[in-house]
C-alpha cells in the first residue's frame, strides 16, 4: 500500500533519506535517537578517520549495509542519512527491508538548490560538495521522486510534512530531565557545574575527594585521573564574596620550588585544564599559594564575577 504525504511514519521500519547536500539531511536524521541513524558520511569517517574521503565512500557503504541488514533482521527503526538519489542505491536498501518484512519509508528533503549551494560555503573543505556535483544530485533528487512508490517504498512523504521537532524535544528533554534527577534517579548533581565548565567528556574521569586536607571550609577537592596522569582540583563556592563558584587547579609553587604549600590557579576550561597538566600554566600570574600569597595585588582574578550566573544556568 503506498500513501503519499501521509506523514504519519510507521514505529519501526526503513526510512530513507534522499536529497542534495546541504538539504537537511543530516540535520532531520538528529531527529531520531543516533543508534537509529546509518550516516554514510559518518561510517566514511569510522572506515578512514575522514568523513569527507570520497575513495573511502564504497567501503562505507559496505559497512551501512552489513549493518543494515543486521538492524533489519531485528526489526529495528532505521534511518538513512546519505543523499539517496540513485536509483541503484535506493532498491539495495529497499530489497534489505523487504527480506525482513519491513515497512519503508521515502523521506524526500527537497531543500531548493540555491539553499543547498548556499550552505556548501561555511562547510570544512573536506565537507564541501563542489557546486556541480550538489546541482546534479538535487536534479536526480527532483527525478526521483515519481519513481519511488514502483521502487517498492509503502510511504511517501516530503520532510516538510514531518512532525520531528516533537519527538526530538521530548528525547532532549528526557535526557535533561534525567541529568536533573527529576526522573527519580541521583541525576549529575554536582557535576553538571563541572561538564558546564569542562565538558561531558571529563566526567567519567571525575572524583570527589572528600576529607581531603589540601583545603578548608565548604571548598571542595577533585581529581581528573587516568592511569599515571592527574589534575588535582579544588571547588570553590565563595570565590569573590559567597555564591561566587569556580575550581582551580594545583600547581607547584612558582615562588620556590621547595615550598611547602599549595599553589592554586583558576581553571575555566578544558583548555586550561591541559594547560596546568602541560605545564603551560606554571607561571600564570593568577596563582595563589598558601604560603606565598600571590604575585601582585590581583587578588580578583577577571573571569569570576558572572561564575555565580553559569551555575545557575548549569543547574537550571
Ligand atoms: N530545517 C532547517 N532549517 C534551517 N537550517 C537547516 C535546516 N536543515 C538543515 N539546516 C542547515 O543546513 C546545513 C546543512 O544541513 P545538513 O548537514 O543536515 O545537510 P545534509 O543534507 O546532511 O548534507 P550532506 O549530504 O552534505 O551531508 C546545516 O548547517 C544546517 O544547520
Ligand atoms: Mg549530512
Ligand atoms: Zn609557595
Redesign the pocket.
Known amino acids: 500500500m503506498t500513501s503519499v504525504l501521509y506523514p504519519d511514519l510507521p514505529e519501526n521500519g526503513l526510512i530513507v533519506l534522499i536529497?542534495?547536500?546541504?538539504?537537511?539531511?543530516?540535520?532531520?536524521?538528529r531527529t531520531w535517537p543516533a543508534s537509529q541513524v546509518l550516516s554514510l558520511?559518518g561510517l566514511r569517517g569510522v572506515v578512514s578517520d575522514d568523513p569527507g574521503r570520497q575513495d573511502a565512500t564504497a567501503d562505507a557503504a559496505d559497512v551501512l549495509k552489513l549493518i543494515l541488514e543486521r538492524r533489519m533482521a531485528r526489526k529495528l527503526n532505521t534511518v538513512i542519512?546519505?543523499?539517496n538519489v540513485e536509483q541503484s542505491v535506493r532498491v539495495e536498501l529497499v530489497m534489505a527491508a523487504k527480506r525482513h518484512g519491513m515497512p519503508t519509508v521515502a523521506v524526500v528533503?527537497a531543500?531548493p538548490l540555491p539553499v543547498c549551494l548556499e550552505?556548501q560555503g561555511?562547510r570544512p573543505d573536506n565537507?564541501r560538495?563542489p557546486e556541480d556535483v550538489v546541482r546534479s544530485q538535487h536534479q536526480a533528487m527532483v527525478h526521483s521522486h515519481q519513481r519511488l512508490a514502483a521502487e517498492g517504498f509503502n510511504t511517501i512523504v516530503f520532510a516538510d510534512a514531518l512532525y520531528r521537532l516533537e519527538p526530538f524535544l521530548k528525547r532532549l528533554s528526557q535526557v535533561r530531565e534525567a541529568e536533573l534527577g527529576r526522573d527519580g534517579s541521583d541525576g549529575l548533581g554536582d557535576l553538571l557545574l563541572v561538564r558546564r565548565f569542562f565538558g561531558s567528556e571529563i566526567l567519567p574521569l571525575w572524583r570527589w575527594r572528600p576529607g581531603s586536607d589540601l583545603v578548608t571550609g565548604r571548598d571542595r577537592v577533585a581529581e581528573i585521573r587516568l592511569g599515571q596522569q592527574y589534575l588535582t582540583l579544588a571547588f570553590r563556592d565563595d570565590v569573590d564574596g559567597e555564591g561566587d563558584f569556580g575550581f582551580d587547579v594545583l600547581l607547584p609553587c612558582p615562588f620556590d620550588a621547595e615550598c611547602a604549600g599549595q599553589a592554586w590557579a583558576p581553571v575555566y576550561s578544558v583548555t586550561d585544564l591541559y594547560k596546568a597538566l602541560t605545564g603551560a600554566m606554571d607561571s600564570d600570574p593568577d596563582i595563589v599559594c598558601s604560603v606565598h600569597g600571590v604575585d601582585d595585588q590581583d587578588d580578583d582574578p577577571e573571569g569570576r564575577a558572572d561564575l555565580e550566573a553559569q551555575y545557575a544556568d548549569a543547574v537550571a
Open positions: 536529497g542534495a547536500s546541504g538539504a537537511g539531511k543530516s540535520t532531520l536524521a558520511d542519512d546519505a543523499t528533503v531543500t550552505r561555511p565537507r560538495v
